[in-house]
């Protein structure tokens, strides 16, 4: 028999070589994360990343992702069977709320003051919705007035969307009242809790909320690349009595609820299995710690780290109570060359921090204390880093007022050693 001859290409026909064979290895610089996220994330969890994979229908795995749903209800406040982290970051999970409810033609009221509320009304037309806007100005929040008033003008609507904390400006969004609203029109109401889960109180059933996601990387402090998310029943029965079908095969809750589901355990896709035991570490660290002792931190360090920061003249953007804790945005003064000062802290102090977006871009900083990264200890690590760059810059005349202030908050404190 003749054997045919396997025409390989010539050396020099193969793609692209690299100049050497190796690549070196990495190892990140040691860095402060306190920008919008990621946070710092613990040793706990960075050990469960290392542990051996498990096959994603094995039997102890399986019991891994049950875990997971326990503690998720917990932190979502929530008695919602629907209750599953999905594989990608926290935008994932902005896009299945939308891809699964929200039908080609349907009305979609997206509250917009901010990156993220935009993000969403893509997306909902991505999902050929129609969307309603009710803007406010970037630092404010949306006020339920102006979502009722939408509501009533626009005849049917699907659902609300909104975000609970806004990134780009560090508005804390009020939900009580837009939560009513929606059961008044019977429209779901879907809440972005990205920035805010395992930070703020983020309160599922209390406030009526039928869709709500969030990410990984923000107060919860695991790395980025899983979702957390939850869906009612009202919101699952809408889901599975849509009239077309739903335009992601990915993001199709449907399908992945066989997956999730006790006594279904249908493969749809290979879950990062590795993130999950990530996931369930750090759940495990927002229970050790308790979620209202959480969100008191949280708080502390925010009031202790505004104090400081305001005696450097900055300023925080949202007005009136509705700052958020975990991200500080921070109007800085006119004459303070912004980026320049946040690439100092980065290169001489291995600090991060977050710039402004859009129209807030150099005349704010946004100063993440989101989980891990939220301890007295970095506060005054990043006050002390500033305070030396203002004098450096010749724009702080006494040393120590930022500290001083930030130190003084912290004293107040009841419980303090
Ligand atoms: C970070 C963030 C997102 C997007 O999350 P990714 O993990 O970056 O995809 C969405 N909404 C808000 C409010 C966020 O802060």
């Known amino acids: 028999m003749k054997r045919e001859s396997v025409i390989l290409p010539s ?17 990140p610089p040691r860095r402060l994360l306190l920008g919008p996220g990621p946070s710092l994330v613990h040793p706990r969890v960075l050990r469960a990343l290392s542990s051996p994979l498990l096959g994603h229908l094995d039997p102890v795995f399986l019991s891994v992702m049950n875990d997971i749903q326990v503690s998720l209800r917990a932190v979502f406040q929530t008695a919602n069977r629907f209750t599953i982290a999905i594989s990608g970051t926290g935008s994932a999970g902005m896009e299945a709320s ?6 080609p033609g349907d009305c979609v009221v997206v ?5 993220f509320g935009n993000r969403i009304a893509s997306v909902v037309e991505r999902c050929g919705g129609k969307v309603i806007r009710v803007e406010a100005a970037w630092g404010t929040c949306i006020e339920p007035d102006a979502i009722e008033q939408a509501l009533v003008r626009s005849g049917p609507v699907k659902a609300v969307a909104i975000v609970h904390a806004e990134t780009s400006t560090g508005a804390w969004q009020p939900l009580e009242d837009i939560g009513a609203l929606c059961r008044r029109h019977e429209a779901l109401f879907i809440v972005d809790a990205v920035t805010s889960l395992g930070g703020i109180p983020v309160e599922v059933d209390r406030v009526g909320i039928d869709v709500c996601y969030s990410g990984s990387q923000k107060c919860l402090s695991c790395p980025p690349g899983l979702s957390p998310f939850t869906m009612n029943d009202r919101a699952v029965g809408i889901m599975k009595s849509r009239r077309s079908q739903c335009p992601s095969w990915y993001l199709d809750m449907g399908l992945i609820d066989g997956y999730w589901s006790e006594g279904l355990r249908v493969y749809h896709h290979t879950p990062p299995v590795s993130m999950l035991y990530a996931l369930r570490e750090a759940l495990r660290l927002v229970e ?9 931190r949280h708080q502390m ?18 007005a009136g109570g509705r700052a958020l804790p975990m991200l500080n945005c921070m109007t800085l003064p006119a004459h303070i060359p912004e980026a320049d000062i946040r690439a100092k802290l980065l290169s001489y102090y291995g600090i991060d921090i977050g ?3 859009g129209p807030l871009k150099g005349k704010v900083w946004r100063i993440g204390l989101m989980g891990e990264s939220s301890t007295e200890a970095h506060v005054l690590t990043l006050l002390n880093a500033l305070e030396s760059l203002f004098i450096e810059g010749g724009w702080l005349a006494t040393p120590g007022v930022a500290l001083q202030a930030a130190s003084r908050m912290y004293s107040r404190l009841p419980d303090r050693r």
């Open 288 to 296: 050790e710690e308790g979620l209202p002792a959480r969100y008191t």
């Open 301 to 318: 360090n925010s009031d202790a780290l505004v104090a400081g920061l305001k005696e450097l003249g900055l300023v925080p953007l949202p």
């Open 98 to 103: 939308i891809v699964n409810v929200v039908e």
């Open 355 to 357: 710039a402004g977006l």
């Open 11 to 27: 050396q020099d026909a193969l793609p692209i070589k690299r100049p050497d064979m190796t690549i070196p290895e990495f190892t």
């Open 111 to 115: 509250g917009i003051n901010g990156v």
